[in-house]
């Protein structure tokens, strides 16, 4: 278990009581502020996951709570122990019944809410149910908190009788009252209450008038008030009555208290169920206001690797983490790399510039994350499950004990070294200060050197520049350093992993307008190996920001060239589709008028039986139609073919539909000469080689298109109507009817009919202007007009030979 100093020095008990805060719950509050992170991988892994499904119930529906939950784990105590509970208690536990019934309703109606949340669904899938003791307190108690009548028949019977009792009491006072025997004898014509009984005021005076028994006199002695013995017995009933009730009162209650207590194990487990569930929102809610993701846990036995000490390394990669405590607006994220290249870092650089702050980063959210609870970092920042983690920070110098900064530090080590090992974190703050800076800076090594050898993941802050140095020279240790802006003279908080970091005492001192002459001089004091070091210090810090914005550079480029990538592939997909759509309208083109044809031949059967001299003209006739629906074959061939590479045509002629392959579009050729064609598009004119064009139709093609589309003629009937009417036929009945009826209008030379088909369902309507909309006899169609049928009736305006 890690202990309670470390955890108020890194300010863990801050983030319980924020988490404490967003309970809803008093129960669940109480167990938020009892967390301590735990030591177990599963554990972990299960309580983040808890946390991850509560995150995603809130998202889906943020309106779920576990309702009117209240503390009851006493009351429960009490009736275990055979105490007897008060009406008001039971209002209590009715609405924690009821808020566990609510939210295990909740689960079980949930859209997938198994597959979905399975670690909440086992919770509100346990959550006790109690109809029956839910019922008793209901049928027992009012909204109030009085018991009511249907507690018991009895109950119900003895209050009868106390009102029975009080309406006669009150009769009888009330007569006494207003009546002419004691009338002049009271100070008021008013019924009170004095210890329990009913009482009339009486005056002093006329104390012989009102024979009774004195219950109370008032301060200043003049009223008395007093109990006639006319009314004695009947305030006995009644009081006797209320007696009763109350006896009955208290036997009920110690009923339902004895099943409150039978239950009480499962009650307590309900609490407990929704306790934890609520936690679970409240840590959701913690991570929404914190902006926190959950990180991902290293599992050693997945990824086990072995150090050249042979201690196996945990991970800690955190991306943009951010102290939680601090100001969201104005703290600098920092990222951390730590057990994998290295196992200790040793952060440089000057006084209040964030050294403490990336520890106590590090550490808290360490700390939360084995608390079950989301970091404020990025999504899939690695965290690992330390057994213990081990705090030194700031000034723990002691008066008390009579210990200098350097002993408390000292002391503090000593302890820690005695439980490290390698399932442990250290964090160390200004490692070796507050001694002579030559042992200090050498002990600082030793001590690093022990915690490497140990194999823990440590991360330390110092001044001394041969830790820097050791830190270069020794595998498993890595230099960091926070930056600061000489040009403002304030740090900013960047932490940089690979560079140490310098003092900036001299450049600081001239910044601030210290005499250059001074500065200088302190310059040349300085050893040309600290010189030299800072030189380098300096380039490997020049070359890093290089680096990174080439690297930023890079990436801008690679997202530019994604997104280029993207719109390819979209205008690809856009191109890919238009053309799958032309294909589909040509087919549904050329399916359509092959059905047309079909049925004119159909029709051209049909007028062969019943106009027998006009037989040569059918015959040819019929030879004309199967040569268009050949023709109409092969062009629909044609025309869902055409993304195949055409042949070069041969024979082009003026008039003839081309298809410019390179341009995807189709025009017609106005002229052919030396290879080329003239094509017209629209309004431009293009000149193209014969290879790059692919015939569409001929010429003459375009003529028996136009032939095609005449109406079949196999005589003139002998008298046509002008109009025809299909109300009250089914709309199926009406096609071949209507078909017959426009070629005998047609052929008789009427130049419109009208087609009464009724308003109707609209059905009728439907088929007949559907079908006059594709008769080839018919130019166009449109509704009659208002004094002509309307809606209920189709003029048909026929073609003219």
């Given at each position: 278990?890690?202990?309670?100093?470390?955890?108020?020095?890194?300010?863990?008990?801050?983030?319980?009581?924020?988490?404490?805060?967003?309970?809803?719950?008093?129960?669940?509050?109480?167990?938020?502020?009892?967390?301590?992170?735990?030591?177990?991988?599963?554990?972990?892994?299960?309580?983040?996951?808890?946390?991850?499904?509560?995150?995603?119930?809130?998202?889906?529906?943020?309106?779920?709570?576990?309702?009117?939950?209240?503390?009851?784990?006493?009351?429960?105590?009490?009736a275990?122990?055979?105490?007897?509970?008060?009406?008001?208690?039971?209002?209590?536990?009715?609405?924690?019944?009821?808020?566990?019934?609510?939210?295990r309703?909740l689960?079980?109606?949930?859209?997938?809410?198994?597959?979905?949340?399975?670690?909440?669904?086992?919770?509100?899938?346990?959550?006790?149910?109690?109809?029956?003791?839910?019922?008793?307190?209901?049928?027992?108690?009012?909204?109030?908190?009085?018991?009511?009548?249907?507690?018991?028949?009895?109950?119900?019977?003895?209050?009868?009788?106390?009102?029975?009792?009080?309406?006669?009491?009150?009769e009888?006072?009330n007569?006494?009252?207003?009546?002419?025997?004691?009338?002049?004898?009271l100070?008021?014509?008013?019924?009170?209450?004095?210890?329990?009984?009913?009482?009339?005021?009486?005056?002093?005076?006329?104390?012989?008038?009102?024979?009774?028994?004195?219950?109370?006199?008032?301060?200043?002695?003049?009223?008395?008030?007093?109990?006639?013995?006319?009314?004695?017995?009947?305030?006995?009933?009644?009081?006797?009555?209320?007696?009763?009730?109350?006896?009955?009162?208290d036997r009920?209650?110690?009923?339902?208290?004895?099943?409150?207590?039978?239950?009480g194990?499962?009650?307590?487990?309900?609490?407990?169920?929704?306790?934890?569930?609520?936690?679970?929102?409240?840590?959701?809610?913690?991570?929404?206001?914190?902006?926190?993701?959950?990180?991902?846990?290293?599992?050693?036995?997945?990824?086990?690797?072995?150090?050249?000490?042979?201690?196996?390394?945990?991970?800690?990669?955190?991306?943009?983490?951010?102290?939680?405590?601090?100001?969201?607006?104005?703290?600098?994220?920092?990222?951390?790399?730590?057990?994998?290249?290295?196992?200790?870092?040793?952060?440089?650089?000057?006084?209040?510039?964030?050294?403490?702050?990336?520890?106590?980063?590090?550490?808290?959210l360490?700390?939360?994350?084995?608390?079950?609870?989301?970091?404020?970092?990025?999504?899939?920042?690695?965290?690992s499950?330390?057994?213990?983690?081990?705090?030194?920070?700031?000034?723990?110098?002691?008066?008390?004990q009579?210990?200098?900064?350097?002993?408390?530090?000292?002391?503090?080590?000593?302890?820690?070294?005695?439980?490290?090992?390698?399932?442990?974190?250290?964090?160390?703050?200004?490692?070796?200060?507050?001694?002579?800076?030559?042992?200090?800076?050498?002990?600082?090594?030793?001590?690093?050197?022990?915690?490497?050898?140990?194999?823990?993941?440590?991360?330390?802050?110092?001044?001394?520049?041969?830790?820097?140095?050791?830190?270069?020279?020794?595998p498993?240790?890595?230099?960091?350093?926070?930056?600061?802006?000489?040009?403002?003279?304030?740090?900013?908080?960047?932490?940089?992993?690979?560079?140490?970091?310098?003092?900036?005492?001299?450049a600081?001192?001239?910044?601030?307008?210290?005499?250059?002459?001074?500065?200088?001089?302190?310059?040349?004091?300085?050893?040309?190996?600290?010189?030299?070091?800072?030189?380098?210090?300096?380039?490997?810090?020049?070359?890093?920001?290089?680096?990174?914005?080439?690297?930023?550079?890079?990436?801008?480029?690679?997202?530019?060239?994604?997104?280029?990538?993207?719109?390819?592939?979209?205008?690809?997909?856009?191109?890919?589709?238009?053309?799958?759509?032309?294909?589909?309208?040509?087919?549904?083109?050329?399916?359509?008028?092959?059905?047309?044809?079909?049925?004119?031949?159909?029709?051209?059967?049909?007028?062969?039986?019943?106009?027998?001299?006009?037989?040569?003209?059918?015959?040819?006739?019929?030879?004309?139609i199967?040569?268009?629906?050949?023709?109409?074959?092969?062009?629909?061939?044609?025309?869902?073919?055409?993304?195949?590479?055409?042949e070069?045509?041969?024979d082009?002629?003026?008039?003839?539909?081309?298809?410019?392959?390179?341009?995807?579009?189709?025009?017609?050729?106005?002229?052919?000469s030396?290879?080329?064609?003239?094509?017209?598009?629209?309004?431009?004119?293009?000149?193209?080689?014969?290879?790059?064009?692919?015939?569409?139709?001929?010429?003459?093609?375009?003529?028996?298109?136009?032939?095609?589309?005449r109406?079949?003629?196999?005589?003139?009937?002998?008298?046509?109507?002008?109009?025809?009417?299909?109300?009250?036929?089914?709309?199926?009945?009406?096609?071949?009817?209507?078909?017959?009826?426009?070629?005998?209008?047609?052929?008789?030379?009427?130049?419109?009919?009208?087609?009464?088909?009724?308003?109707?369902?609209?059905?009728?309507?439907?088929?007949?202007?559907?079908?006059?909309?594709?008769?080839?006899?018919?130019?166009?169609?449109?509704?009659?007009?208002?004094?002509?049928?309307?809606?209920?009736?189709?003029?048909?305006?026929?073609?003219?030979?």
């Amino acid at each position: 278990m890690i202990n309670q100093v470390v955890l108020d020095k890194l300010e863990y008990r801050a983030i319980l009581k924020r988490l404490s805060a967003r309970c809803g719950f008093s129960v669940a509050a109480d167990h938020a502020l009892a967390l301590v992170p735990g030591t177990d991988l599963f554990t972990v892994q299960r309580s983040l996951a808890v946390t991850a499904e509560a995150v995603e119930l809130l998202t889906s529906f943020p309106d779920v709570s576990i309702g009117g939950a209240r503390d009851i784990r006493g009351l429960i105590e009490k009736a275990e122990k055979g105490g007897r509970l008060q009406p008001g208690d039971f209002l209590l536990i009715g609405d924690t019944l009821r808020a566990g019934r609510e939210l295990r309703r909740l689960f079980l109606r949930m859209p997938e809410g198994q597959e979905r949340f399975p670690l909440l669904y086992d919770q509100a899938e346990g959550l006790g149910q109690f109809p029956g003791l839910e019922a008793d307190i209901t049928r027992t108690v009012g909204p109030r908190g009085d018991v009511l009548d249907t507690a018991s028949a009895e109950l119900g019977h003895i209050r009868k009788a106390v009102r029975t009792a009080y309406s006669r009491l009150m009769e009888r006072l009330n007569g006494l009252v207003s009546g002419a025997r004691y009338g002049h004898a009271l100070q008021e014509n008013i019924v009170t209450m004095r210890d329990g009984r009913y009482v009339i005021p009486v005056r002093a005076d006329a104390r012989g008038v009102v024979k009774g028994i004195v219950h109370d006199t008032s301060a200043s002695g003049q009223t008395l008030f007093v109990e006639p013995f006319d009314v004695v017995e009947l305030n006995n009933r009644w009081r006797e009555e209320q007696i009763a009730e109350q006896r009955e009162i208290d036997r009920i209650l110690d009923v339902l208290s004895g099943k409150v207590g039978d239950a009480g194990a499962d009650l307590s487990a309900t609490v407990e169920l929704l306790a934890a569930i609520d936690l679970a929102f409240a840590k959701a809610r913690l991570s929404f206001t914190m902006n926190a993701n959950r990180p991902d846990v290293w599992d050693p036995r997945d990824q086990r690797q072995e150090n050249e000490h042979g201690h196996a390394t945990h991970r800690i990669r955190l991306d943009h983490a951010r102290h939680p405590l601090l100001d969201p607006d104005a703290v600098v994220p920092i990222d951390v790399v730590l057990g994998d290249e290295y196992r200790v870092l040793l952060i440089t650089g000057p006084n209040t510039g964030g050294k403490t702050v990336a520890l106590k980063t590090v550490g808290l959210l360490t700390l939360m994350a084995q608390t079950g609870l989301f970091i404020p970092a990025d999504a899939h920042s690695v965290v690992s499950v330390f057994d213990n983690v081990f705090v030194d920070l700031g000034d723990e110098q002691s008066i008390e004990q009579n210990l200098s900064t350097f002993s408390a530090h000292m002391r503090t080590i000593n302890l820690m070294l005695r439980d490290v090992n390698a399932e442990s974190l250290v964090l160390l703050d200004e490692l070796g200060a507050g001694t002579d800076p030559q042992e200090g800076s050498a002990l600082a090594r030793a001590i690093i050197s022990e915690l490497l050898n140990r194999g823990p993941l440590v991360i330390a802050t110092t001044h001394f520049s041969e830790v820097k140095a050791y830190a270069y020279a020794t595998p498993g240790v890595e230099n960091a350093s926070v930056e600061f802006d000489l040009k403002s003279l304030a740090p900013t908080y960047r932490l940089m992993i690979g560079i140490p970091g310098r003092s900036n005492a001299l450049a600081i001192a001239k910044r601030l307008g210290l005499d250059e002459r001074i500065v200088e001089d302190a310059r040349q004091l300085l050893s040309p190996d600290d010189e030299r070091a800072e030189a380098l210090i300096d380039d490997i810090r020049r070359r890093r920001e290089q680096l990174i914005e080439q690297q930023a550079r890079l990436e801008q480029t690679q997202q530019e060239a994604r997104a280029l990538r993207v719109r390819a592939a979209r205008a690809l997909r856009e191109a890919e589709e238009r053309k799958r759509d032309v294909h589909a309208v040509a087919l549904a083109e050329a399916e359509q008028e092959l059905g047309e044809v079909k049925e004119l031949r159909r029709q051209l059967e049909r007028d062969r039986s019943v106009a027998p001299v006009h037989r040569p003209r059918t015959a040819q006739a019929t030879q004309e139609i199967k040569q268009a629906e050949d023709r109409l074959r092969h062009f629909k061939r044609e025309r869902v073919q055409r993304v195949q590479p055409a042949e070069q045509p041969r024979d082009l002629r003026r008039g003839d539909r081309v298809r410019i392959e390179a341009l995807g579009q189709e025009g017609e050729v106005l002229a052919v000469s030396d290879g080329t064609a003239e094509v017209q598009l629209g309004p431009l004119k293009v000149r193209q080689p014969l290879s790059a064009l692919a015939r569409v139709r001929s010429r003459n093609d375009d003529d028996e298109e136009k032939e095609e589309r005449r109406p079949i003629t196999t005589g003139k009937p002998a008298h046509v109507p002008i109009e025809i009417d299909f109300r009250g036929q089914r709309a199926a009945d009406v096609v071949d009817e209507l078909d017959r009826y426009l070629q005998d209008a047609y052929l008789y030379g009427l130049p419109w009919v009208r087609i009464i088909h009724g308003k109707g369902t609209g059905a009728l309507r439907n088929v007949v202007r559907e079908q006059l909309r594709t008769h080839p006899a018919v130019e166009r169609a449109e509704s009659a007009r208002a004094g002509e049928g309307g809606e209920g009736a189709t003029v048909a305006h026929l073609r003219q030979t």
